[in-house]
């Protein structure tokens, strides 16, 4: 017998393997190739108080082993996502984590206080998107920043409050100690790295907003050192996120001390690559003989 329950903040997930935000929608579109209760969560696509459109010009881009993205955020706001989105996610059995964005503390805090009242089961707080101008940036970048907007959001939040830390923050260790000094209940790393592509032929960036956000297999040894790094410097659960594209790579950061991952730009390139994940896990498990995922976690 093997047990792939994982508990973060007395939330149980059936296994350890969650749709990243972005990547993933609503679930709805996946719906379709697989049931979503086999997740052991999802986190939803950014949430702001306010409906966003979102960027304009090209908005994804293939680069050498990932994908950029500037989206900026397009999404139905906080009340379109409770009407619209909320009915349906909650058929699905499954931990719905609802990820927030935002561009000032104000916005954050209320976002959240409507989510308060609503079935969610926890609330993801990005304070880190490259690839929108104004605000979201900014707070992920300096520690004392990051320290005012979560312990904000900390007073007003009822659920358990995961906050996603950037890889572009000025030392990510300190960021994670000060987000958990702030009131964090668990953190979530890393997100996109801040990067750009160029139009060789137009002479122009490709992204409207030049600075896009990047993603997938080439940022995967960044994000386990980092992940590696905060899970021994910080005593709550960690969520590691980055390039996981299979079973050996889920493995790897709860190695290094994820408590669970999140599966992001591999969703593109196979829809079922989570559940494809969740039984390599299972069969590995099996396999080597391991009961339990916490006899494995931060083994290293």
């Known amino acids: 017998m093997i047990e792939t329950k994982v508990n973060i903040c007395e939330v149980e997930f059936k296994n350890p393997v969650i749709a990243a935000s972005g990547t993933f929608g609503f679930g709805r579109e996946y719906s379709e190739y697989f049931p979503l209760s086999r997740l052991g969560g999802i986190s939803t696509k950014g949430l702001t108080l306010e409906k966003r459109e979102g960027?304009?010009?090209?908005?994804?881009?293939?680069?050498?082993?990932?994908?950029?993205?500037?989206?900026?955020?397009?999404?139905?706001?906080?009340?379109?996502?409770?009407?619209?989105?909320?009915?349906?996610?909650?058929?699905?059995?499954?931990?719905?984590?609802?990820?927030?964005?935002?561009?000032?503390?104000?916005?954050?805090?209320?976002?959240?206080?409507?989510?308060?009242?609503?079935?969610?089961?926890?609330?993801?707080?990005n304070i880190s998107c490259p690839n929108v101008k104004e605000g979201g940036m900014a707070f992920g970048i300096k520690a004392e920043t990051a320290f005012e907007v979560v312990s904000q959001v900390r007073k007003a939040c009822k659920k358990p409050l995961i906050v996603k830390l950037s890889p572009n923050a000025e030392n990510i260790v300190n960021m994670a100690k000060s987000c958990v000094m702030a009131g964090a209940d668990a953190l979530s790393l890393v997100n996109t790295f801040s990067a750009m592509a160029i139009?060789?032929?137009?002479?122009?960036?490709?992204?409207?907003?030049?600075?896009?956000?990047?993603?997938?297999?080439?940022?995967?040894?960044?994000?386990?050192?980092?992940?590696?790094?905060?899970?021994?410097?910080?005593?709550?659960?960690?969520?590691?996120?980055?390039?996981?594209?299979?079973?050996?790579?889920?493995?790897e950061f709860i190695m290094a001390g994820a408590w669970a991952i999140q599966v992001g730009s591999g969703n593109f390139i196979n829809p079922n690559i989570s559940i494809e994940i969740i039984e390599g896990i299972e069969k590995f498990m099996l396999d080597e003989g391991i009961k339990n995922l916490e006899e494995i976690r931060g083994i290293i």
């Not at 990932?66 to 397009?74: A, K, R, V």
């Not at 927030?100 to 009242?117: P, R």
């Not at 907003?209 to 297999?217: E, K, Y």
């Not at 994000?223 to 005593?235: G, N, P, Q, W």
């Open 199 to 251: 139009d060789i032929k137009s002479r122009k960036p490709v992204f409207d907003n030049i600075i896009a956000g990047l993603s997938g297999p080439c940022i995967k040894p960044i994000a386990l050192r980092m992940v590696y790094e905060v899970s021994r410097a910080v005593d709550v659960p960690i969520v590691g996120i980055g390039g996981i594209t299979n079973y050996k790579d889920a493995i």
């Open 55 to 125: 960027n304009e010009g090209i908005r994804i881009y293939e680069t050498t082993g990932g994908l950029l993205n500037s989206i900026g955020l397009q999404n139905p706001g906080i009340e379109g996502f409770i009407r619209e989105e909320l009915p349906f996610l909650e058929k699905q059995d499954t931990v719905i984590i609802a990820n927030v964005g935002g561009s000032t503390i104000e916005d954050y805090v209320k976002a959240v206080e409507k989510l308060n009242e609503t079935s969610i089961d926890m609330i993801e707080l």
